[in-house]
């Protein structure tokens, strides 16, 4: 489901033993999934990164949104991938969202080039692939705009022209991200 201000997937569940299964209609079967673990696992990776994780993945999830390379990959995965990814004690955001396409980018190039994508495996869930329906298309259309995108997101760590770096953020993060004129940032 959609709306101008919010995406939300909704999937209908099964309580498993201690966990609960997910249809997959691709596979026609029940997959094993930990919500309630995975909340747990989020907010203890938050606190690694001494309260910004939540943050580097609302602006990993904005950033995808805004500059879509298809419908995959999303949601959990990209916490993963800022988890694995993105610098612990940074503590700039533009810092450390730009290290974080970086490095994205840097660890899986060769599987692209490759034609091939990583398995990336779910923290929780043993043998449970978080790239499994991503096609290679869509992770090359992915890391494409990683690399793109970080290479603004590294011109506007890199210049002291705030008008430049504002300029090259807006690229990254779309016409909502403020403008800055001569008064301070005004948002649009």
Not at 117 to 131: A, Q
Not at 139 to 149: E, P
Request: glycine share 6%; aromatic share 12%; charged share 30%.
């Amino acid at each position: 489901m959609a709306t101008s201000k919010a995406e939300i997937d909704v999937v209908p569940v099964i309580a498993y033993r201690d966990t609960y299964k997910i249809a997959d209609r691709e596979i026609e079967a029940w997959r094993k999934t930990d919500p309630k673990g995975h909340k747990i696992w989020s907010t203890e990776r938050n606190k690694d990164f001494g309260g910004a994780f939540k943050r580097l993945v609302k602006l990993m999830k904005w950033w995808r949104r805004e500059n879509l390379s298809g419908k995959r990959p999303k949601g959990f995965v990209l916490e993963v991938l800022i988890a694995y990814h993105s610098p612990y004690d940074e503590t700039h955001y533009g810092e450390a969202f730009t290290q974080a396409l970086e490095n994205i980018y840097d660890a899986y190039k060769d599987h692209a080039a490759r034609d091939q994508k990583p398995i990336i495996e779910d923290p929780l869930v043993k043998n449970n692939d978080l790239l499994a329906k991503v096609t290679v298309p869509q992770w090359k259309a992915f890391l494409g705009k990683c690399r793109t995108y970080a290479g603004y997101a590294r011109k506007a760590q890199d210049t002291d022209d705030m008008e430049e770096a504002t300029n090259l953020w807006r690229k990254v993060f779309g016409g909502r991200f403020p403008r800055t004129t001569s008064q301070g940032a005004t948002w649009l």
